[in-house]
């Protein structure tokens, strides 16, 4: 099978559209980016002229994608990769006026707060938002009633230690990824989102062997870790909701404003 069969899919219709050879050049993980924002946008109402946060974005491909299938504008923002050359990438695409790269952390973010009406994070919410107080950082950046959405990969029961059969795989790090039930119920219990999607992808363990099979084949320990399990413990999750304007965001303390006066350091002495 050439490579470009490869990334056809009839589950993914719009991500089909574009050529491989693209979708290649912009790889940045371990999901296709285009099959999972496709994935979670079934979920999100997404209409025209929206200002849209891609948080996470990698090498812009999802933030294009949004841009060019949904007209919403972009604000592809990445810590790990060059907004310079997500810029060139941008403007290839003929997506400049609508697609626009920030260079970023995740947890430092330069926007105003209620800016945008939708945030979305493709594979790589994990890494940075599992945070209990996070949810409540970032929801201060969408308006009241604003989308907030994830997807990538994830587990799909939690598991207290690494099954037999992934321990050649699974790092530490591993442990960033959770699943569907977890992420609705670590967002839902904060009462700032009205969880409306909390689910797994059917077959998605394909989809992310299929994926390395292309974008890195040399990555034995992956694929027989993907292929030995089969979809019992990894796969992908999307999870989405709208922020609830009744709720009030606590302002992130960034500082304590204190006085210094100096006291004796110890009893009966100066």
Same mark, same amino acid.
């Given at each position: ?25 912009? +790889? ?19 209409? #025209?002229?929206?200002?849209? !946060? ?35 990438? $941008? ?10 790269? $920030? ?6 973010? #330069? ?86 999607? +909390? ?49 009030? !965001? ?13 006291? #004796? ?6």
């Amino acid at each position: 099978m050439s490579i470009d069969s490869r990334l056809l899919s009839d589950r993914f219709p719009r991500a089909s559209a574009y050529h491989a050879e693209w979708v290649l050049a912009g +790889a940045g993980g371990a999901a296709n980016p285009l099959w999972i924002a496709e994935w979670l946008t079934e979920a999100l109402d997404l209409r #025209p002229g929206m200002r849209v !946060l891609d948080l996470g974005c990698g090498r812009a491909l999802s933030s294009i994608f949004l841009h060019r299938e949904f007209g919403v504008q972009v604000w592809a923002t990445d810590l790990w990769f060059s907004a310079s050359e997500n810029l060139q990438r $941008v403007r290839d695409a003929g997506a400049g006026d609508g697609v626009f790269p $920030v260079h970023a952390d995740a947890r430092a973010l #330069p926007f105003a707060a209620g800016f945008f009406d939708a945030i979305v994070s493709i594979d790589s919410f994990f890494y940075y938002g599992t945070d209990d107080l996070y949810l409540n950082y970032i929801a201060r950046f969408v308006n009241a009633g604003g989308l907030i959405g994830i997807a990538g990969a994830g587990l799909m029961a939690e598991v207290d230690a690494p099954p037999e059969h992934l321990r050649e795989w699974w790092s530490p790090d591993v442990s960033c990824l959770h699943s569907a039930r977890w992420w609705k119920r670590h967002w839902g219990r904060t009462g700032i989102l009205d969880v409306e999607v +909390a689910d797994t992808l059917q077959d998605g363990w394909r989809y992310w062997r299929d994926w390395v099979r292309t974008v890195a084949p040399e990555n034995t320990t992956e694929l027989r870790a993907l292929e030995a399990d089969a979809g019992r413990v990894l796969g992908y999750v999307r999870a989405a909701g709208r922020r609830n304007g009744n709720v009030e !965001l606590q302002e992130p303390v960034v500082t304590v404003p204190t006085e210094y006066a100096r006291k #004796p350091l110890l009893r009966g002495g100066p």
